[in-house]
């Protein structure tokens, strides 16, 4: 595997993908450069795992150009092949099969790569060697998924979902691998649309809705561009009389309001600044809150401000 770079490592141009009536993927640019963590959030349905899909040439687009580490799927699809590492939503394993065997299998696709022994110690497996899959928890799935990823020493490593349905403890130890990988200078595409795991593991990160990137960036660059650190949400009580969204906005460090119903998002610069004024306005109008809560702002906010959706959104 080589050391990082600042060459890039995956380049695409104007990509689309139709099912039928669905554009699932439309007209995508991408850059991902080689040694970085590149991340792909958004919802079910954003189109996050046909691009992924495309880009590891297990589907054609129906328009524009791929090009990973310098190749092309059309005419080095066998050397690229030998240098990637694919982690799909979901992978089925023969369940009769010991954790060695399977990664023994998939060792056998490549000509070269790591040995069992050191892939079993990269996803803290070794204990589980000779347990047959179907013995196996749902975090060790996974990672026995990622072993398999990993065992031939690719330069590029796609992870579609990885850490979806996982316990809390399972995600960090798959975040664990994640980090490790990138350090020994390896190439990350992770799609996901949980926003702490984006936050934590990616570099940067494009915001994916309807086919298209919305926002790029890094983590810390897409929160900024809120314009505030802080987010406050309340929740009125039904029959409440509201107050307007423009008197909200002219409240103390409030930068932007978003209402859906009788909940609104606030996002402000202070919260110490912003709760005690909009508690006073409430208190004016003689209006009643159900549920009060703050925190600092995330990707799910800045995806809320630009899609008027969560990123969890079904």
Same mark, same amino acid.
């Given at each position: 595997?080589?050391?990082?770079?600042?060459?890039?490592?995956?380049?695409?141009?104007?990509?689309?993908?139709?099912?039928?009536? @669905?554009?699932?993927?439309?007209? *995508?640019?991408?850059?991902?450069?080689?040694?970085?963590?590149?991340?792909?959030?958004?919802?079910?349905?954003?189109?996050?795992?046909?691009?992924?899909?495309?880009?590891?040439?297990?589907?054609? &687009?129906?328009?524009?150009?791929?090009?990973?580490?310098?190749?092309?799927?059309?005419?080095?699809?066998?050397?690229?092949?030998?240098?990637?590492?694919?982690?799909?939503?979901?992978?089925?394993?023969?369940?009769?099969?010991?954790?060695?065997?399977?990664?023994?299998?998939?060792?056998?696709?490549?000509? *070269?790569?790591?040995?069992?022994?050191?892939?079993?110690?990269? @996803?803290?497996?070794?204990?589980?060697?000779?347990?047959?899959?179907?013995?196996?928890?749902?975090?060790?799935?996974?990672?026995?998924?990622?072993?398999?990823?990993?065992?031939?020493? &690719?330069?590029?490593?796609? *992870?579609?979902?990885?850490?979806?349905?996982?316990?809390?403890?399972?995600?960090?130890?798959?975040?664990?691998?994640?980090?490790?990988?990138?350090?020994?200078?390896?190439?990350?595409?992770?799609?996901?649309?949980?926003?702490? /795991?984006?936050?934590?593991?990616?570099?940067?990160?494009? @915001?994916?809705?309807?086919?298209? @990137?919305?926002? *790029?960036?890094? &983590?810390?660059?897409?929160?900024?561009?809120?314009?505030? /650190?802080?987010?406050?949400?309340?929740?009125?009580?039904?029959?409440?009389?509201?107050?307007?969204?423009?008197?909200?906005?002219?409240?103390?460090?409030?930068?932007?309001?978003?209402?859906?119903?009788?909940?609104?998002?606030?996002?402000?610069?202070?919260?110490?600044?912003?709760? &005690?004024?909009?508690?006073?306005?409430?208190?004016?109008?003689?209006?009643?809150?159900?549920?009060?809560?703050?925190?600092?702002?995330?990707?799910?906010?800045?995806?809320?401000?630009?899609?008027?959706?969560?990123?969890?959104? /079904?």
């Amino acid at each position: 595997m080589p050391n990082a770079t600042n060459t890039i490592a995956i380049h695409c141009r104007a990509l689309i993908k139709r099912y039928k009536e @669905v554009v699932a993927v439309a007209g *995508l640019d991408l850059d991902v450069l080689a040694g970085e963590c590149f991340g792909l959030l958004g919802p079910n349905g954003a189109g996050k795992t046909t691009t992924v899909e495309m880009l590891e040439g297990l589907v054609t &687009p129906d328009a524009g150009e791929i090009e990973l580490l310098g190749m092309r799927w059309n005419q080095d699809e066998h050397a690229l092949r030998q240098r990637l590492g694919v982690a799909l939503q979901e992978t089925k394993l023969a369940d009769r099969l010991t954790v060695a065997e399977v990664i023994r299998l998939f060792h056998s696709f490549y000509r *070269l790569g790591r040995t069992v022994e050191e892939v079993l110690d990269v @996803v803290e497996l070794g204990e589980k060697r000779d347990a047959w899959v179907e013995k196996l928890s749902g975090g060790q799935r996974q990672r026995l998924a990622i072993a398999c990823a990993l065992v031939g020493d &690719p330069d590029v490593l796609f *992870l579609d979902e990885p850490t979806t349905g996982l316990d809390p403890q399972s995600r960090r130890q798959l975040w664990d691998v994640v980090a490790t990988f990138k350090r020994g200078g390896g190439t990350v595409v992770l799609t996901t649309h949980y926003m702490e /795991e984006a936050e934590r593991l990616c570099d940067r990160v494009a @915001v994916m809705d309807h086919g298209k @990137v919305i926002a *790029l960036g890094t &983590p810390r660059q897409l929160v900024a561009s809120l314009g505030a /650190e802080e987010v406050v949400e309340f929740t009125l009580k039904e029959g409440s009389a509201p107050p307007s969204e423009a008197v909200l906005a002219a409240l103390p460090d409030v930068r932007a309001v978003r209402r859906d119903g009788t909940r609104y998002t606030l996002t402000v610069s202070e919260v110490h600044r912003a709760v &005690p004024g909009l508690l006073a306005e409430l208190q004016r109008g003689g209006v009643e809150m159900t549920a009060l809560v703050t925190h600092h702002a995330t990707l799910e906010d800045l995806f809320l401000s630009l899609t008027g959706r969560h990123l969890r959104d /079904e």
